[in-house]
């Protein structure tokens, strides 16, 4: 035997279903996203309560992270290190380097004109007898030394105050920049640990807790952003021409004001058997259409039964 409250409901809803009614029933339902970090691990904290409203980018949790801190702080400060190195290179020798090798060659100088002297001396006394020759070839080779010391100086010199070559400064600056890369990697895989809300809205559910172990598939926080609660309502096929996308509707619920609205914004392609909250037989043999609904100003909590009814000109056509 049936039992009364199943015939009673089942009888309204053949009522309400009828071929000359405009009533449509269902529910509403939340688009909920599960936050669930890129890695597993632990939870070190849970920032939101249930219910709590949080806005975009606010953090929901954060994971253990003493890995990911530590790998971010070594790649940054390697990205420091390497950046450094190549503005060494560019900018050329730094001036106390570039004044000690003008010094140095100052005093090469000196001794080159000294040598000179030498040399120009024993020139003229060898001419004279006064100097044997080896003593004319030593002032030669000393004056030869002084004049390639002098060379090689100057040289130095301009190597200081250049900047590094150009091959080397490319091998610096892809350094650099491989550096940089690295840390920006560290740095998002460090920032990932800390979830944030994707966008402006509810925590729903709180699933797991600081110790709880997360993962992709392992989520911690069921999330209903905002602006995400629609109506599911079930269309008979004989009212489907009433009920076109952008048809309005007055929402009936417990706890919905009176002026609640909502209009059609997706509508079924195909048809599907009578949703199976209707526990009549011969009601399941009739096919209804699924319909989105979105709520024009008071939203009710996901769940909620809902009826809908066509009114004015829109219904009827």
Not at 25 to 51: K, N, S, T, V
Not at 111 to 133: C, I, M, P, Y
């Amino acid at each position: 035997m049936k039992h009364p409250t199943i015939i009673l409901f089942a009888t309204c809803l053949l009522a309400a279903c009828g071929d000359n009614s405009t009533d449509l029933h269902g529910y509403a339902e939340g688009r909920f996203i599960m936050l669930a970090p890129d890695a597993p691990g632990r939870i070190a904290r849970i920032a939101a309560q249930e219910g709590a409203h949080a806005e975009a980018g606010a953090v929901i949790f954060q994971m253990e992270d003493a890995s990911e801190r530590s790998a971010f702080e070594a790649a940054r400060a390697n990205a420091q290190a390497a950046a450094a190195r190549y503005d060494d290179a560019a900018a050329g020798g730094r001036e106390p380097e570039v004044a000690a090798a003008r010094e140095t060659l100052k005093q090469a100088r000196a001794a080159q004109v000294r040598a000179s002297a030498d040399r120009e001396r024993a020139e003229g006394l060898f001419r004279t007898g006064d100097v044997a020759r080896a003593r004319l070839d030593e002032s030669v080779a000393a004056a030869e030394t002084a004049n390639a010391r002098v060379a090689e100086l100057r040289e130095r010199l301009t190597l200081a105050a250049l900047p590094a070559r150009e091959d080397q400064l490319r091998a610096l600056a892809a350094g650099a920049k491989e550096a940089e890369a690295q840390a920006l990697v560290a740095g998002e895989n460090f920032r990932r640990r800390y979830i944030a809300a994707p966008a402006a809205g509810r925590v729903e559910r709180v699933i797991r807790y600081a110790g709880d172990v997360a993962g992709p598939d392992r989520p911690a926080v069921r999330f209903l952003p905002d602006g995400q609660v629609r109506a599911i309502l079930f269309v008979p096929e004989p009212i489907l021409a009433k009920t076109p996308v952008g048809t309005n509707l007055v929402i009936f619920c417990d706890g919905c004001p009176t002026d609640a609205k909502a209009r059609i914004v997706r509508l079924a392609e195909e048809a599907e058997f009578t949703p199976p909250v209707i526990y009549s037989d011969a009601e399941r043999a009739r096919l209804v259409f699924r319909a989105e609904a979105e709520f024009q100003g008071f939203i009710p909590p996901p769940g909620t039964p809902l009826r809908a009814t066509i009114t004015g000109a829109e219904a009827a056509r």
